[in-house]
């Protein structure tokens, strides 16, 4: 099959002759194409990378990179083809021409796009302090200055730090007659401190970033002398002991929870093909305990994981997933949407110009409570109050994510500081396991989620929840 | 390329340019039903110079423009990022037939075809829903420097996988398969994934505690993060290593031999004669016997601790992966294995009074990485009692620390129970590790 191409569209010579706007180009590249829908994206990504490690700069980087994805539908058969050149475009097109087709052949999945409003637009970027127009040494020296906090804290032996710069400018049309612009840039420091004493090692996590520019990064020294405290306290800090336990989880850790325990399991493409799971999974269904409220919203401005459009060209819009423990939205690429007969939300979102995009969550959090984090603390009276997420993972119900550290809390009052925190459970037994929300709210400001592509505007947060019998692997 | 590197020559002390191109097609079946159809096909540029002992570094995808790459390169050389390495000079590498015209007569229909061929073995043997997905691609890359290195590598692959899911779940028992070309699916591995499935369909409580456990393929990796994070010359560098100070000490069982071999061609995914620096690569043992023998590294690593280099510079991106393109060169592992043991896998099982069979497991990134920690949970662990596999454990995490587990080997499977297209790992059975359960 490589080797199969599609017909050089007549505009595609043009586009050799003069320089045309990109959406323009790109409208070119899909006139007339055979099938019932094509839809086709070009993205700029430029890059700006400042690595320290310990106290040695060890990379500094600033590059571009580009490049095209094209989705075909014909006949039920949707397939899709990822490209750096711009003259394989149609040889592109045609290989997911013939992947369609091959799709129908097989007798596959009916794939059926929902109707959304043609749309026209450019979404530039809104920023407070925009960190392209300034040079590479200011941005050196900021990301030298929190390293050199992060590295003179006690115990501390090493530092890791990375400013990362992401800026990308995404092009789409379709032949539906959508053409969007969106401009989105990315930001953040972000590493770890690593402390010893004799053969123990232990790291902790920071990180400040978002995706309104420059400002957010600047003044947090605070921060990394905060949370390199924490890594030498780290050092003295007890193994938690596995077992069952009732836990307190911050609003970071709440945060990844919802993500991982629930999150993913709303993204309609992880549950379609699923039949078993799908009916365990329809809207109106109880699963979580009354106390549990759990919005995505990527419209929340200022956020890490705000946009305006996905990369279908479809306006995100904020989706109330779970209302008092009960399922009563779920997030949607154009096909998912089709196939659940569910109204679409623009959450088909790519990494970048390589990928086709799929479901993301973005924005994901349990909605804020009554209580004080002293209330939950009273009502838990002995277990575990964990904090910040090290990370998570799901395969289907089934969860783990880490905790950074934490404390044991006896009579209602915070104990001594443990480590080595993972967690396990099952979504459906877990909702329900959530019996209390505090009135605190926090968003993550650096993204990671890894559901096949990174998606580094994965936002999460939360208020402090209380959950009842969870599984912690102890060391 | 030439071009692109007399460009940077023209301002700097020496030069590399690193070419990579890769074109894959997949098509995914869930439930007996075809999915997913795509193609990418990638490729790009990166550009390392070095001027006055500082390096200056570039990437770019579409090669619109030479001299702006050069210059971003060179923009770079303003962080006066230190560089105590040069690029290496022109070697012999091995000669390595990857390459299989056969991937370029390809289709979807193959694909379809070889989805089918799996969707056949489990028709009417199981009640389980069985996904199956197949891909075939090739790559190709290209280093020249300077100093008149100029190596190319180009490769061809066709994989093949299949999941059984437990009922109401996404967590199953699944096989995967890479060849250089089409070839059918061995039935013993198939045979082999279905009996497990079929034995772990029960769901089952256990009671916490201490016991053993059989690391499986698929799961080992919760094990070789903590072990390469250790041995790679970065945290020797950074002094963030359990083996600071331990090369020639026994560190782990005299069971346990681990190595790199990229010159092995049965690692369809990692054979590489030269690494993503241009050195030439070789049979690199690790741990033997349990004695840490080798510490590995990149051109920048080796500079810094003043070793040869060991042929362990990749763009992968490591532990996590990444863009080949974007990522400079790190340390590590293109091809990684365990020594063989005596015992067979139905021995090893037969063998346990009480535990677990860790076919995989989820949250092995979410650990104290460097200090060897571990805490995962099982995605699907598999509990044995009395040399019998009971079922599936519900809600189970395994717990421990690779430098102290691995210390109680207690067998390792006579050979590989599956290559997972990199990776050479038999089953390894583990005493008294930590399990954690709702029971």
């Given at each position: 099959?490589?080797?199969?191409?599609?017909?050089?569209?007549?505009?595609a010579?043009?586009?050799?002759?003069?320089?045309?706007?990109?959406?323009?180009?790109?409208?070119?590249?899909?006139?007339?194409?055979?099938?019932?829908?094509?839809?086709?994206?070009?993205?700029?990504?430029?890059?700006?990378?400042?690595?320290?490690?310990?106290k040695?700069?060890?990379?500094?980087t600033?590059?571009?990179?580009d490049?095209?994805?094209?989705?075909?539908?014909?006949?039920?058969?949707?397939?899709?083809a990822?490209?750096?050149?711009?003259?394989?475009?149609?040889?592109?097109?045609?290989m997911?021409?013939?992947?369609?087709?091959?799709?129908?052949?097989?007798?596959?999945?009916?794939?059926?796009?929902?109707?959304?409003?043609?749309v026209?637009?450019?979404?530039?970027?809104?920023?407070?302090?925009?960190?392209?127009?300034?040079?590479?040494?200011e941005?050196i020296?900021?990301?030298?200055?929190?390293?050199?906090?992060?590295g003179e804290?006690?115990?501390?032996?090493?530092?890791?730090?990375?400013?990362?710069?992401?800026?990308r400018?995404?092009?789409?049309?379709?032949?539906?007659?959508?053409?969007?612009n969106?401009?989105?840039?990315?930001?953040s420091?972000?590493?770890?401190?690593?402390?010893?004493?004799?053969?123990?090692?232990?790291?902790?996590?920071?990180?400040?970033?978002?995706?309104?520019?420059?400002?957010r990064?600047?003044?947090?020294?605070?921060?990394?002398?905060?949370?390199?405290?924490?890594?030498?306290?780290?050092?003295?800090?007890?193994?938690?002991?596995?077992?069952?336990?009732?836990?307190?989880?911050?609003?970071?850790?709440?945060g990844?929870?919802?993500?991982?325990?629930?999150?993913?399991?709303?993204?309609?493409?992880?549950?379609?093909?699923?039949?078993?799971?799908?009916?365990?999974?329809e809207?109106?269904?109880?699963?979580g305990n009354s106390?549990?409220?759990?919005?995505?919203?990527?419209?929340?401005?200022?956020?890490?994981?705000?946009?305006?459009?996905?990369?279908?060209?479809?306006?995100?819009?904020?989706?109330?997933?779970?209302?008092?423990?009960?399922?009563?939205?779920?997030?949607?690429?154009?096909?998912?949407?089709a196939?659940?007969?569910?109204?679409?939300s623009?959450?088909?979102?790519?990494?970048d110009?390589?990928?086709?995009?799929?479901?993301?969550?973005?924005?994901?959090?349990i909605?804020?409570?009554r209580?004080?984090?002293?209330?939950?603390?009273?009502?838990?009276?002995?277990?575990?109050?964990?904090?910040?997420?090290?990370?998570?993972?799901?395969?289907?119900?089934?969860?783990?994510?880490?905790?950074?550290?934490?404390?044991?809390?006896?009579?209602?009052?915070?104990?001594?500081?443990?480590?080595?925190?993972?967690?396990?459970?099952?979504?459906?037994t877990?909702?329900?396991?959530?019996?209390?929300?505090?009135?605190?709210?926090?968003?993550?400001?650096?993204?990671?989620?890894?559901?096949?592509?990174?998606?580094?505007k994965?936002s999460?947060?939360?208020p402090?929840?209380?959950?009842?019998?969870m599984?912690?692997?102890?060391? | 390329?030439?071009?692109?590197?007399?460009?940077?020559?023209?301002?700097?002390?020496?030069?590399?340019?690193?070419?990579?191109?890769?074109?894959y097609s997949?098509?995914?079946?869930?439930?007996?039903?075809?999915?997913?159809?795509?193609?990418?096909?990638?490729?790009?540029?990166?550009?390392?110079?070095?001027?006055?002992?500082?390096?200056g570094t570039?990437?770019?995808?579409?090669?619109?423009?030479?001299?702006?790459?050069?210059?971003?390169?060179?923009?770079?050389?303003?962080?006066?990022?230190?560089?105590?390495?040069?690029?290496?000079?022109?070697?012999?590498?091995?000669?390595m037939?990857?390459?299989?015209?056969?991937?370029?007569?390809?289709?979807?229909?193959?694909?379809?075809?070889?989805?089918?061929?799996?969707l056949?073995?489990?028709?009417?043997?199981?009640?389980?829903q069985?996904?199956a997905?197949?891909?075939?691609?090739?790559?190709?890359?290209?280093?020249?420097?300077?100093?008149?290195?100029?190596?190319?590598?180009?490769?061809?692959?066709?994989?093949?996988?299949?999941?059984?899911?437990?009922?109401?779940?996404?967590?199953?028992?699944?096989?995967?398969?890479?060849?250089?070309?089409?070839?059918?699916?061995?039935?013993?591995?198939?045979?082999?994934?279905?009996?497990l499935?079929?034995?772990?369909?029960?769901?089952?409580?256990?009671?916490?505690?201490?016991?053993?456990?059989?690391?499986?393929?698929?799961?080992?990796?919760?094990?070789?993060w903590?072990?390469?994070?250790?041995?790679?010359g970065?945290?020797?560098?950074?002094?963030?290593?359990?083996?600071?100070?331990?090369?020639g000490?026994?560190v782990?069982?005299?069971?346990?031999?681990?190595?790199?071999?990229?010159?092995?061609?049965?690692?369809?995914?990692?054979?590489?004669?030269?690494?993503?620096?241009?050195?030439?690569?070789?049979?690199t043992?690790?741990?033997?016997?349990?004695?840490?023998?080798?510490?590995?590294?990149?051109l920048?690593c080796?500079?810094?601790?003043?070793?040869?280099?060991?042929?362990?510079?990749?763009?992968?991106?490591?532990?996590?992966?990444g863009?080949?393109?974007?990522?400079?060169?790190q340390?590590?592992?293109?091809?990684?294995?365990?020594?063989?043991?005596?015992?067979?896998?139905?021995?090893?099982?037969?063998?346990?009074?009480?535990?677990?069979?860790?076919?995989?497991?989820?949250?092995?990134?979410?650990?104290?990485?460097?200090n060897?920690?571990?805490?995962?949970?099982?995605?699907?662990?598999?509990?044995?009692?009395?040399?019998?596999?009971?079922?599936?454990?519900?809600?189970?995490?395994?717990?421990?620390?690779?430098?102290?587990?691995?210390?109680?080997?207690?067998?390792?499977?006579?050979?590989?129970?599956?290559?997972?297209?990199?990776?050479?790992y038999?089953?390894?059975?583990?005493?008294?590790?930590?399990?954690?359960?709702?029971?």
């Open positions: 099959m490589i080797g199969v191409g599609f017909r050089e569209p007549a505009g010579s043009r586009l050799k002759q003069r320089e045309l706007p990109m959406l323009e180009k790109l409208e070119r590249f899909i006139a007339g194409f055979p099938a019932d829908f094509a839809d086709i994206r070009y993205e700029v990504e430029k890059e700006t990378t400042i690595v320290f490690s310990g040695d700069l060890k990379e500094v600033a590059s571009t990179t490049g095209y994805v094209v989705r075909v539908l014909k006949g039920g058969g949707f397939a899709t990822t490209v750096t050149r711009p003259e394989d475009v149609p040889r592109a097109l045609g997911a021409l013939d992947g369609a087709e091959t799709m129908v052949r097989a007798g596959g999945k009916k794939v059926r796009l929902a109707p959304v409003p043609v026209h637009d450019t979404v530039k970027l809104d920023l407070k302090g925009d960190p392209r127009g300034k040079p590479l040494t941005k020296a900021l990301t030298r200055s929190y390293n050199s906090f992060l804290q006690q115990n501390i032996a090493t530092t890791t730090l990375t400013y990362s710069e992401v800026y400018d995404k092009f789409y049309v379709n032949s539906e007659g959508t053409a969007v969106e401009e989105l840039l990315t930001t420091i972000s590493g770890e401190a690593v402390a010893r004493k004799g053969d123990l090692l232990q790291n902790i996590r920071v990180a400040v970033g978002g995706a309104d520019g420059w400002n990064l600047a003044g947090r020294e605070s921060l990394f002398v905060e949370r390199a405290k924490i890594a030498g306290s780290l050092l003295d800090a007890e193994p938690v002991r596995g077992g069952t336990w009732n836990v307190i989880l911050s609003p970071n850790l709440a990844v929870f919802t993500h991982e325990a629930f999150g993913h399991f709303s993204e309609a493409d992880i549950i379609e093909d699923n039949p078993s799971l799908r009916a365990r999974m809207i109106g269904e109880e699963l106390s549990v409220s759990i919005v995505a919203d990527s419209t929340l401005p200022s956020q890490l994981g705000y946009y305006r459009y996905d990369d279908e060209g479809v306006a995100v819009r904020r989706v109330q997933l779970m209302k008092a423990g009960v399922l009563v939205g779920r997030l949607h690429s154009r096909a998912t949407a196939a659940f007969d569910e109204p679409v623009g959450h088909a979102v790519a990494e110009h390589r990928y086709e995009p799929i479901v993301r969550m973005g924005t994901i959090f909605e804020p409570g209580k004080s984090f002293e209330d939950l603390l009273r009502d838990l009276g002995n277990g575990l109050y964990l904090v910040d997420g090290k990370g998570g993972q799901t395969a289907g119900e089934n969860f783990t994510f880490g905790a950074q550290y934490g404390f044991l809390v006896e009579n209602g009052k915070l104990g001594g500081m443990i480590r080595d925190i993972n967690i396990m459970r099952n979504l459906f877990t909702l329900k396991s959530i019996v209390g929300v505090s009135d605190a709210f926090q968003l993550s400001e650096r993204g990671g989620c890894g559901k096949g592509q990174t998606n580094i994965s999460l947060g939360g402090h929840v209380l959950v009842t019998d599984v912690v692997g102890g060391v | 390329m030439e071009k692109l590197l007399q460009a940077a020559m023209e301002s700097a002390d020496s030069a590399e340019v690193f070419f990579t191109e890769s074109e997949s098509l995914s079946t869930r439930n007996g039903i075809v999915t997913e159809v795509g193609t990418t096909m990638q490729s790009g540029y990166a550009l390392r110079v070095l001027k006055g002992g500082k390096l570039a990437y770019t995808k579409n090669l619109l423009d030479r001299s702006d790459l050069v210059k971003n390169a060179l923009s770079s050389l303003e962080g006066e990022v230190e560089a105590g390495f040069s690029f290496p000079e022109p070697a012999e590498v091995r000669e037939q990857k390459y299989s015209p056969s991937v370029e007569s390809l289709g979807f229909p193959d694909l379809f075809d070889a989805c089918r061929e799996l056949d073995f489990f028709r009417n043997r199981t009640e389980g069985v996904d997905g197949s891909a075939f691609g090739r790559s190709s890359s290209r280093i020249i420097n300077s100093n008149g290195l100029d190596l190319s590598d180009r490769s061809s692959v066709f994989t093949g996988s299949a999941q059984v899911l437990f009922p109401n779940t996404e967590s199953g028992i699944y096989e995967t398969f890479s060849f250089r070309e089409r070839k059918p699916f061995p039935k013993e591995s198939l045979e082999r994934q279905l009996s499935y079929t034995r772990g369909l029960p769901e089952v409580d256990i009671q916490t505690g201490r016991m053993k456990v059989m690391f499986l393929p698929f799961s080992m990796y919760t094990l070789t903590r072990l390469s994070a250790a041995a790679s970065r945290s020797f560098v950074k002094g963030t290593t359990p083996l600071l100070g331990k090369v000490q026994k782990l069982s005299e069971n346990f031999t681990w190595y790199d071999d990229p010159l092995d061609p049965d690692s369809v995914g990692g054979a590489t004669p030269f690494d993503d620096e241009g050195i030439p690569t070789k049979r043992a690790i741990i033997v016997n349990g004695v840490f023998k080798t510490i590995f590294v990149n920048d080796a500079s810094q601790l003043n070793l040869a280099p060991t042929g362990h510079g990749y763009r992968g991106g490591g532990m996590w992966g863009n080949p393109i974007v990522n400079p060169p340390p590590g592992l293109s091809a990684p294995g365990f020594a063989p043991g005596e015992a067979s896998f139905d021995s090893m099982v037969e063998g346990m009074d009480r535990g677990i069979i860790l076919f995989g497991v989820l949250g092995a990134h979410s650990g104290n990485i460097i060897g920690d571990f805490s995962v949970g099982m995605n699907p662990g598999l509990y044995v009692e009395r040399g019998r596999i009971v079922g599936r454990v519900r809600d189970g995490m395994v717990a421990g620390n690779a430098w102290d587990v691995l210390n109680r080997v207690e067998a390792v499977q006579n050979g590989p129970y599956n290559p997972f297209g990199y990776f050479r038999p089953c390894v059975l583990l005493d008294g590790v930590s399990v954690s359960a709702r029971g």
